[in-house]
C-alpha cells in the first residue's frame, strides 16, 4: 500500500500569477505569503510498495523549475495534464532536468487535443531527430487519456473526470489507493481546476472525498472559471471533508475571503501541503477519524 501520500499545491494563481505585471492592487502589494500565487499545479508525492519515493504531477506549470526547487523535487515519474492552456503545460521543457537526475522517461498522460498541442508545441522534445543540433531535450513517453478510464501508478488510482472550461471539454482527477488510504492521507481527493460547470454525470466521481480542490477564480462571474459563490454552492453539494479552492486571480484577498468562507471550506495556498506523516488524521463531517 502506498504510504506518507502528501499533495502538495506547487500553484495556485491564475494564468498571469498573482502579482500581476503592473499591478499595484491591494492583493498584489500584499505582504501576506498567501497572496502570492505561483500558476497552478500540483504534486503527488508518495512511497511506493518496496520503499521509493514516487512524485506525480499535475500540469507543467511555467513555474515549475520554481516550484521544483521550493519544493526540492528531485525526480518526476509521471505528469497528468489537464488540458492544453499555456497556464498548465508550458514548463514541459524543464522536465529534462528530471531525466537527467533520474537517468529514465516521463511518462505524461493527457486527452488527443492536449497531446496534439504538446506535440505542436514541444516539436523539438517529440521529433529530436530533426533537430539541427543533438539538443538536451527532455525524453517523455506520451499515453492517451480517456474519461474515466483510470491511470495506475505505483498503488494511486489516477481516474480523468469531464469538467468543462467555457465551451472546451477538460479534465480533473479524481485519485485513490488502491487498497485502502491511512488516516493522515487526503485520498480520496479530486482536482478540479480551470472549471466553469460541472456534466450531470461527473458527480458520482464526486462522492465520498476527503478533499475537493476545486476553480475559485475571483468573486465576479466569470465565462471560463467558477466564481468563488458558485465554487461553494457546488462544494456543498460535493460535501467533502474539505475542500480548498485554487486558481485565484488578484481580486482574492486570502486573509478576506477565506474568514467568510463556510465551514470546510478554504482557499489553498502555494505550498500547502496535504497528508504526510505530521499531518492531522482527516476528520469527517460528524468529526470521526476515517
Known amino acids: 500500500m502506498p ?14 500569477g498573482v502579482p500581476a505585471i503592473g499591478c499595484s492592487c491591494a492583493v498584489c502589494t500584499s505582504t501576506d505569503p498567501r497572496d502570492q500565487r505561483l500558476r497552478a499545479g500540483a504534486a503527488v508525492v508518495f512511497q511506493d510498495d518496496h520503499d521509493h519515493e514516487r512524485v506525480v504531477l499535475i500540469d507543467a506549470t511555467p ?7 521550493r519544493h526540492r523535487l528531485s525526480r518526476c515519474d509521471a505528469i497528468l495534464f489537464t488540458h492544453n492552456h499555456v497556464d498548465h503545460t508550458f514548463g514541459l521543457d524543464e522536465v529534462r532536468r528530471f531525466n537527467a537526475v533520474q537517468q529514465s522517461p516521463v511518462n505524461i498522460f493527457a486527452e488527443d487535443h492536449t497531446l496534439a498541442h504538446l ?3 514541444y516539436q523539438h522534445i517529440f521529433e529530436r531527430e530533426q533537430n539541427i543540433n543533438d539538443s538536451f531535450v527532455a525524453h517523455l513517453v506520451p499515453h492517451r487519456l480517456q474519461v474515466e478510464a483510470p491511470v495506475d501508478l505505483f498503488g494511486l488510482r489516477f481516474t480523468p473526470i469531464r469538467l468543462l472550461h467555457g ?13 485502502g488510504a491511512e488516516a493522515r492521507s487526503p485520498l480520496p481527493l ?30 465576479r462571474k466569470h ?20 475542500t480548498y479552492f485554487t486558481h ?40 470521526r477519524t476515517d
Request: charged share 25%; hydrophobic share 40%; with cysteine.
Open 3 to 16: 504510504r506518507n501520500v502528501r499533495f502538495i499545491f506547487l500553484g495556485t494563481g491564475t494564468s498571469a
Open 63 to 69: 513555474d515549475l523549475r520554481q516550484q521544483a526547487l
Open 119 to 121: 506535440r505542436r508545441v
Open 167 to 179: 465551451r472546451l471539454p477538460i479534465v480533473g482527477f479524481r485519485i485513490d489507493a488502491d487498497t
Open 190 to 219: 479530486a482536482y478540479c481546476t480551470d472549471v466553469s460547470a460541472i456534466p450531470p454525470e461527473t458527480y458520482r466521481h464526486l462522492r465520498g472525498l476527503r478533499v475537493l480542490v476545486l476553480d475559485g477564480l475571483r468573486h
Open 223 to 242: 465565462p471560463t472559471h467558477l466564481a468563488i459563490p458558485d465554487a461553494v454552492n457546488i462544494a456543498q453539494r460535493v460535501d467533502a471533508h474539505a
Open 248 to 287: 485565484m486571480a488578484h481580486e482574492v484577498s486570502h486573509a478576506q475571503t477565506e474568514d467568510d468562507l463556510p465551514e470546510r471550506i478554504h482557499l489553498a495556498f502555494d505550498g500547502l501541503t496535504l497528508g504526510g506523516p505530521d499531518a492531522e488524521p482527516v476528520l469527517g463531517p460528524e468529526g
